[in-house]
């Protein structure tokens, strides 16, 4: 037997966080190659892993005591270049081969057979007069559509009853389908933007790019309301002529996109298969298949859908490549952004990276001339540019109590008055982000962090909003025993929407903020609320920044343009211009001219001072030069790690036992151990180092030979985070 052997070894990866391949045996009548989904023993489990290498070199571990592969699952085999693009995000992030493959494959149930469904499409003829909920479903039905009762109700918002309604009636008829539903193909004829003359430019150029069918990073820069969306649109029109192509749209948060995938399905009368973390097990698995079958050809997700099998991608698009929310915190710690970059070059074809405040990295190597550089000026018809001011919180103060200034109360009753709608901007979620006792001082803290907790007026609660701890605002200080001493300390949005309710009091409301969106549903019957005009006033954390398209909104007041600017992140200013900028966009959108407003204490701030005079080159670059000088990203490299545990003690320990290893060069610096700004987090205390390196050190090389040298501690965890966006 032995001498059979050597030719049936294989190296299987495992789903789980492991750094390396195992060995198995092949038994003889198997016939095995890389990608092959197997299950395999392990510690007397069955797992299921994927071939990694069919053909091994020479291995330390003895033949006999190898294991043989149970049996080979039915599945098609990973795509080769998803293999490889793992490989590639685990060696840059220095995590686990194993975790990369977990989260590749978090598709739980993918190994069922589909099941049969019942769909219902529109009956061709239909009675004239319908009643308005079903005259929705007439209207959102585009093409032959089939659908299940369940999207019929999220697509057209209407309820259950509705659509059971028109079953019977006949409105709706029944299609069987076995298996899977199928995605529907674009129709990319259907209805066709005309394009402005750098529109067609922008256009034309993707589409040449694409045509060659070779990597290319092309930077999509235009003012909010450009049509950056119709741009990439044409060119994904283009892009389908091939009849296998296959293209991935990233955006920042799926569930925030309502109005993007309408416009998708009246653009290609078809819905693109979508990916995000909220899906249900089903529609993820739906999509998996579609992928890997080659069936899906459009599809739009969130940072992980880089990780789906693809056959045959052949353009990338990034949507709001600057946004933060492209960065994974926890886990295997990537950027999305970048390794849709990344995947793009292995994949052969182009990506497009679109923005109105493109990143600073993405600028640099646009300038540099790395990447191609497109740019919209121009709002699309009518849409001008909206006006924007500061108000001096210093020469203005506000009144006790009060959040809004005289000089935005006028805007904003102006606005009210001709019946335009009006958004005031706080990145803050809650009523006051702290609680203060006026007898002795008390702050109310988190016990688990190092964190105030957050008053939410709703159920007169208190929350952290880091690990989730709740409790009963109490009626005497924890402390001094005070009654009623406890009052709240600065503003949030439903603080702010207070102070409008009581200004306005016949004014409509609406709070956006992740307390008050509780679902996808729930959002969108907001922004339909919103496009109706059954709102006036819209009060609004930073989900109001992610590109919403509202032609009734006309100003825009921002309570606390500072907040943000200050802080450990280099990235701070970088990132206030951004979100402010964006928010800014959302002003003026149709023909109605737009006005912004900031309140700021420091309003000659570079960050103000460019989103004011419209200057953001003389910013950026400032910015720029800034973070050179520091050899701070994209000028070097950075990493951060962040060491922690629930024993004090032990995180100093195995912090000093780093700090003795740690390689110092000419071209490379390790800052720390200092506590991290939030020190003690969901029982943790928390310890930081930062990397910094020049741009030509191999920095993963460094770190891993840094921790290479320690051992291993089980009650201390390093996480090591490469190009660190947060800073907490
Ligand atoms: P951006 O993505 O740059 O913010 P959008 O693509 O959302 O801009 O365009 C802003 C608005 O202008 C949208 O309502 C869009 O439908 C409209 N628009 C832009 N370009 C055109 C065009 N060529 N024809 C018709 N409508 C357009
Ligand atoms: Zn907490």
Redesign the pocket.
Known sequence: MSELLPNYRIQVLLPLPLSGVLDYLVPEELILREGDFVTVPLSGREVQGVVWNSNPEESDVPLDKLKYVIRKTDLPSLPESLMKFISWVAGYTLSPLGSVLKMALSVPRKFDKPKKKTLYKLASELPDKLSPARTRIKETAVGNMPLTVKSWCEIAAVGEGVVRGMIKAGQLISVEVSGEENFLKPDIGLKR????GE?SKAAEHIVQQQRKGIFKAVLLE??????????Y?ESIAEALRDNVAQILILVPEISLTTQWLE?FRERFGAEPAIWHSEMTPAQRRRVWWATIRGEARVIVGARSALFLPFQHLKLVIV?EEHSTTFKQDEGVMYNGRDMAVVRAKQMNCPVVL?S?TPSLETLINAESGKYDWLY?GE???P?ELPDMMSVDLKAEPLKHGSWISETLRDALNENYKNGEQSLLYLNRRGYAPLTLCRSCGHRMECPNCSAWLVEHSQFNRLECHHCGFRRHKPEICPQCEAENSLVPVGPGVERVAEEIATLFPDARLAVMSSDEISSSKALKRMIESIERHEVDFIIGTQIVTK?Y?FPMLTLVGVIDADLGMSGADPRAAERTWQQLEQVA?RAG??EHAGRVIFQTYQPNHPVLQALISGDKDLFLEREAASRESQNLPPFGKLASLIVSGPDKNKVIGANKALASKAPHSKNLKILGPVPAPLSYLRGKYRYRFLVKADVNVNLQNEIRHWLDQLPSQPSVKIQIDIDPYSFY
């Open positions: 933007a005309i394009l402005s529109q235009g003012v909010t309301g450009s049509g950056k969306t119709e741009v649109f416009r949507d679109a109105a919209l709002r699309h018809g849409a590109g398209h966009g959108r149709a």
